[in-house]
């Protein structure tokens, strides 16, 4: 049996190519789009688009946003008495939004993450490991170079990654970020850390979208079996695969 996935969203960058890359995946199947819009007149052949979980015709789906805060927060209070698991990538979730699916997330599986991209985990753990390795004379601070037009500023993967930095006994405050929002390339986050007589530079780069759907196919088999609670792609990387799948 393939896991039915439901990818919210009709035009959006994102959305079109998971909801791509999910009809050509083994183990999962694209049931129907999802849209806080409203539902919209199925095209000939096409999945059905609807507005309401409750309209689904598979259960327990898994419900793939990447949208905006508003969407996100209309999908999260459908989910709330849905039976449903959502891989959730939409950035710039204001405090209501991140109650609400800490409140989902109580009851449904929900893998939330800024960044989707499998790369950029090992990239976060490098900073974490060099982190602790220096002394309490380094710096560091963040570059975010986005797409003119990109409505969150400073993006999550820059906090995420200035998170990484901050060491455990400090707790205190995230290295500085810069963000800059031009032209039309997709995303490039650079930790900047010196010491005396010493300077690192780790950069990730994302040139094409599609980069992040390994990751976004391995939350989709992940939060299908997952129990409730809000995961992060590190939970997803570090579980095996079901063999079947
Ligand atoms: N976590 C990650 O790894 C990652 C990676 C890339 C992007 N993102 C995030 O994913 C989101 C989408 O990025 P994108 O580049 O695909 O953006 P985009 O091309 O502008 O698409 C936005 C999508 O959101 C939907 N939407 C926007 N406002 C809505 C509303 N009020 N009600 C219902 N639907 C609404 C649009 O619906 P229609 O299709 O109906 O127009 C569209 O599908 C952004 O938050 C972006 O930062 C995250």
Request: aromatic share 4%; charged share 20%.
């Amino acid at each position: 049996m393939t896991i039915p996935t439901v990818v919210c969203g009709r035009t959006g960058r994102m959305t079109r190519l998971i909801a791509g890359a999910v009809e050509q995946a083994p183990g999962v199947h694209l049931a129907a789009r999802f849209t806080a819009r409203g539902a919209a007149a199925a095209t000939p052949g096409a999945p059905p688009v609807v507005a309401d979980l409750a309209h689904l015709s598979c259960s327990t789906p898994v419900v793939v946003d990447f949208t905006a805060p508003e969407a996100t927060a209309a999908l999260l209070r459908q989910a709330l008495t849905h039976d449903c698991a959502l891989v959730i990538g939409t950035s710039g979730l204001g405090a209501a939004e991140r109650t609400l699916l800490a409140e989902v997330g109580r009851v449904r599986p929900v893998v939330a993450a800024a960044n989707f991209s499998l790369a950029l985990l090992a990239v976060a753990r490098f900073v974490r490991e060099l982190a602790q390795q220096v002394d309490d004379s380094w710096d560091a601070g963040v570059l975010d170079v986005h797409f003119a037009g990109k409505r969150d500023r400073p993006s999550a993967t820059a906090r995420y990654l200035a998170d990484q930095w901050r060491r455990p006994e400090e707790r205190g405050e995230a290295p500085e970020i810069n963000a800059f929002r031009m032209g039309d390339a997709v995303s490039e986050h650079r930790l900047l850390a010196a010491g005396a007589g010493e300077h690192v530079e780790v950069l990730h780069r994302v040139a094409d979208r599609a980069a992040f759907l390994p990751g976004v196919l391995r939350a989709v088999r992940f939060a299908a079996t997952a129990p409730p609670g809000v995961h992060t792609l590190e939970d997803v990387a570090r579980t095996p695969l079901p063999a079947a799948r």
